[in-house]
């Protein structure tokens, strides 16, 4: 795995944090240093780290100092020198490591922020971007999925659909209903939970609050970051796909994958689209729609190898196959691949990553879909197996997507043209050569992604996996449409040079 670019020197970046924080910061400055807090999270994180740093310095300075004796007051010089080397390595970290997370916005110093979201969809309030601000005296009602919020004083709350809350003002977060799961770094003690039975305040640094529908709140304290919590406190969202990002040309987006942000392991990581592992497709059957390739406007698909790069070549996320065959019911036995006496092929799709993907910690293979602005605003869902199963082993269904349809990090695409075959599509050899018309679809489509950890398919950790088998859920009457998969490379250990953060 290649290294991504540094993206921001981190002495500039410190710089610019250091002008902001003593007021001596320009009207050009600042909007660099929103850009740059903008553009990547483990930025705004060193924000927050010297802002932190910067609190207890002062605080230092207010109940620490000493005298020198000569009228001078100096502050206990240990203790500083080990922050600011604490401060320094996180930077020096954060400049040289592949962990990479481009999505957060520029922290606002008196807001309520939405740091993340996973899944998360409001009743009848839109999701607001990464890093945005949330609105104070309005109720949010999280009907599924998971938010992670940061207030100012850098307390952080991960909530569960379904739950009903209010931000109160800056310091107190009402929680009517549901769970959340909240951490008050030091400095914050004085956050409350207020349910509508009790207020929740100075019990430890990490506790879960669940309220049920009749008010009544349990509180759980965590007593150690170090010691097992409770099962149901979360210290951060799943591993997931946290955004991706493709090309433009003239300033309109050409559909190109250009890099991904994935969180593996409870750490994020950023890859360019040449790192990932590619894929060969070695066997299609589609069911009853006929539709099954995307291809660009402009592209001439009459041979059978311009057909095969569209399948396994190019970084379009609008170009691909479409429609896969599939099953009511998930397969316990090697899937059939080639026709043989008295047995037909099995519906679906079989891959074969160009080199072994390893199962590591978190998620290891991610999957694109097109989506129509009228299709399952979750994704469609697909089966994936293995090609070679063995006791252990599993298909695994999918039923929703990291990034849906309704996720600010969903992407819409450039037109393309649907390729409908003149007869069902039974083989690869069919897909390749079969004759078709091109039609062009009159609705807008959007790319969106999930990720597949290959424990859940019950490989052992550590263990290679050389190919996959996909299959249509078949649980309404829309197909699944994989016009990207790719493995994700090994994650980076220590003897490659190479720490986790």
Not at 52 to 60: E, F, G, T, V, Y
Not at 96 to 112: D, F, G
Request: net charge negative.
């Amino acid at each position: 795995m290649s290294q991504p670019p540094e993206l921001y020197p981190a002495r500039a970046l410190h710089e610019l944090i250091s002008k902001l924080v003593d007021g001596t910061i320009n009207a050009s400055e600042h909007s660099d240093l929103q850009e740059r807090l903008r553009d990547d999270a483990s930025a705004q994180q060193a924000y927050f780290d010297y802002l932190d740093l910067d609190s207890d310095l002062r605080q230092m300075t207010h109940s620490g100092a000493v005298s020198s004796g000569n009228g001078l007051w100096i502050l206990p010089v240990l203790g500083v020198m080990a922050a600011l080397l604490a401060l320094g390595a996180a930077i020096w970290w954060w400049s040289s490591s592949v962990s990479v997370v481009p999505t957060l916005a520029a922290p606002l110093a008196n807001e309520v922020l939405l740091l993340q979201s996973s899944g998360g969809q409001f009743f009848r309030d839109p999701m607001p971007s990464s890093g945005q601000a949330m609105d104070r005296n309005h109720e949010y009602a999280l009907t599924s999925g998971l938010i992670e919020l940061r207030f100012p004083d850098g307390t952080q709350v991960i909530v569960e659909g379904p739950s009903v809350i209010e931000l109160d003002n800056l310091h107190r977060l009402i929680v009517r209903q549901g769970t959340c799961s909240v951490f008050t770094p030091f400095g914050a003690e004085g956050f409350k939970v207020i349910t509508p039975r009790t207020e929740v305040a100075n019990v430890g640094p990490r506790f879960l609050v669940k309220v049920d529908e009749g008010g009544e709140a349990t509180v759980q304290v965590i007593e150690s970051a170090l010691a097992a919590g409770p099962k149901h406190y979360r210290d951060q969202l799943p591993d997931r796909i946290l955004n991706f990002r493709v090309g433009s040309t003239a300033g309109i987006s050409n559909g190109s994958l250009d890099e991904v942000s994935v969180q593996r392991g409870g750490h994020t990581f950023h890859y360019a689209v040449a790192d990932l592992i590619g894929v060969r497709i070695e066997h299609f059957q589609g069911g009853s729609n006929t539709h099954h390739l995307t291809v660009a406007t402009d592209a001439s698909v009459d041979a059978a190898s311009s057909r095969q790069e569209v399948l396994e070549s190019d970084r379009l996320l609008h170009t691909g196959v479409i429609n896969l065959g599939g099953s009511p019911d998930p397969i316990d036995r090697d899937p059939s691949l080639r026709e043989r006496e008295g047995q037909a092929t099995t519906q679906g799709m079989a891959i074969r990553f160009l080199s072994p993907v390893r199962n590591d910690s978190g998620p290891d293979v991610l999957f694109f879909e097109l989506q129509s602005v009228v299709g399952a605003s979750e994704g469609d869902a697909f089966r994936v197996s293995p090609l070679h199963f063995v006791p252990g082993l599993r298909s695994l269904t999918i039923n929703r997507y990291d990034i849906a349809l309704n996720a600010t990090e969903a992407k819409l695409i450039p037109d393309f043209d649907l390729l409908q075959f003149k007869s069902n599509v039974l083989s690869l050899d069919s897909l390749l050569t079969g004759d078709c018309v091109r039609r062009n679809p009159a609705i807008p489509f959007w790319a969106i992604a999930v990720t597949i950890d290959l424990s859940d398919l019950g490989y052992l950790p550590g263990s290679d996996v050389d190919g996959l088998f996909f299959q249509d859920a078949m649980d309404d009457d829309q197909s699944v449409d994989p016009v990207f998969i790719a493995g994700l490379p090994p994650l980076p250990t220590a003897a490659e040079g190479t720490s986790l953060p």
